[in-house]
């Protein structure tokens, strides 16, 4: 089993999977976060081993909102890099972020917020934030999912997503709007502006953390929340069936762990513990620290778990590419030879039942001290 939720509170979560409602406005103490249920294999599948959980296209569910630009966007912003088909975020940037910014690769941002909310319980972020939050700021909001849904569920709150490239939706709730800003330069929103501060999915992105939380605290109110959840990409598994010579060993964990080293980022935050570490050191007091592990295709026996992890096969398979073809490049070098077929094993590996592989993610949430009298 994960790192299970330790606190009291999370004590206090369902044993058998994460089921409860939001709770937003909870006090710490009171505020319920769910438990995951145990992470073992159903039994072993009939058939053959590389049946898909998913039916037919795998991106045919998905709408097609994301739409690649928003109204005040200059034309240099749009003229992102290309590489191989793929574009990524313009030269205009400094930071080199290694997914791509077109439809394919926003699909999966979308279907990974859909595994990421079905993990903790159809919510949309753990910390016992107010009903009436009224200033949120979500960083590297990507195709912007989650500050849509957080807009809707808090018509009163005034939401801001940013990111490098402007590949949100045009028709958004009214009480959300985005801004493209690089979070690894100085923010630039004044001192105490936001009640709730919330990044995902950063990994990859940001080579300083201590310095993203810091800024974090700046522009948080006193009294505020900032929310982190983030995952360790390379593919784990309790029971030895991501065998050292699979591909998910020696393309996919090989990728991440070199592609870090050269890249002067981290993709393993969780092991790293740059969450808590980040969030103490800024200042930041009531932490709470959440880990799940969550299943990459539907071998969990539980019916939750088996679900999330058909959506983590499907958001992979929908872009193996995307999520690999920049390292490849910048580990092996320019077009190096031997990636179609890379491609083509790891697929084959995703789509295996017998494989009971595994990722893990963590959310972090902390609350920025009330300003004393002396302060
Ligand atoms: C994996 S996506 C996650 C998107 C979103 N947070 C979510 O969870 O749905 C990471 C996003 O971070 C953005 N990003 C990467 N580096 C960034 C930076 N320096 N400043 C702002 N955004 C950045 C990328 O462009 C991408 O859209």
Not at 23 to 31: D, L, M
Not at 78 to 94: D, V
Not at 216 to 244: F, H, M, N, Q
Request: with cysteine; proline share 7%; net charge negative.
């Amino acid at each position: 089993m994960a790192d299970q939720p330790s606190t009291p509170a999370a004590a206090a979560g369902s044993p058998t999977g994460p089921a409860s409602p939001a709770s937003a406005g909870g006090s710490p103490s009171t505020h319920v976060v769910p438990q995951q249920a145990e992470l073992v294999a159903g039994p072993d599948p009939e058939g053959p081993e590389d049946e898909d959980d998913f039916d037919g296209d795998s991106d045919s569910a998905l709408g097609d909102d994301a739409a690649s630009s928003t109204n005040s966007i200059t034309a240099s912003i749009m003229e992102y890099r290309t590489i191989q088909g793929r574009t990524y975020h313009s030269e205009k940037h400094n930071s080199k972020y290694f997914t791509p910014n077109d439809e394919q690769q926003l699909q999966s941002q979308d279907i990974t917020h859909h595994y990421l909310t079905l993990l903790i319980g159809d919510k949309l972020f753990l910390a016992p934030i107010p009903e009436n939050v009224e200033r949120v700021l979500d960083i590297g909001t990507g195709s912007g999912i989650w500050a849509i849904d957080f807009a809707d569920q808090f018509p009163n709150a005034e939401v801001i997503g940013t990111d490098l490239s402007p590949t949100q939706p045009l028709w958004v709730p009214p009480n959300v709007k985005f801004e493209l800003d690089d979070c690894t330069q100085p923010w630039t929103w004044a001192e105490d502006t936001f009640d709730f501060v919330h990044g995902r999915y950063l990994f990859g992105a940001i080579a300083d953390w201590t310095e993203w939380f810091r800024q974090a605290y700046r522009v948080t109110k006193p009294g505020g929340w900032v929310e982190s959840c983030e995952a360790d990409v390379e593919i784990l598994s309790d029971d030895g069936t991501v065998t050292p010579d699979s591909s998910t060993e020696l393309f996919w964990n090989m990728l991440y762990r070199s592609a870090g080293a050269k890249l002067g980022v981290t993709f393993q935050p969780l092991l790293e513990n740059v969450q808590n570490k980040g969030l103490e050191e800024a200042g930041f007091v009531d932490i709470q620290s959440y880990t799940y592990k969550f299943p990459v295709g539907g071998w969990p026996q539980d019916k939750r778990l088996q679900e999330v992890g058909q959506y983590v096969q499907l958001t992979m398979l929908n872009d193996v590419e995307g999520y690999t073809l920049f390292l490849w490049n910048t580990v092996m070098g320019e077009n190096a030879p031997g990636y179609q077929e890379y491609l083509a094993y790891m697929r084959k590996e995703l789509r295996n039942k017998r494989i009971h592989g595994y990722m893990k993610c963590r959310f972090v949430f902390g609350r920025k001290p009330e300003k004393t009298a002396t302060a």
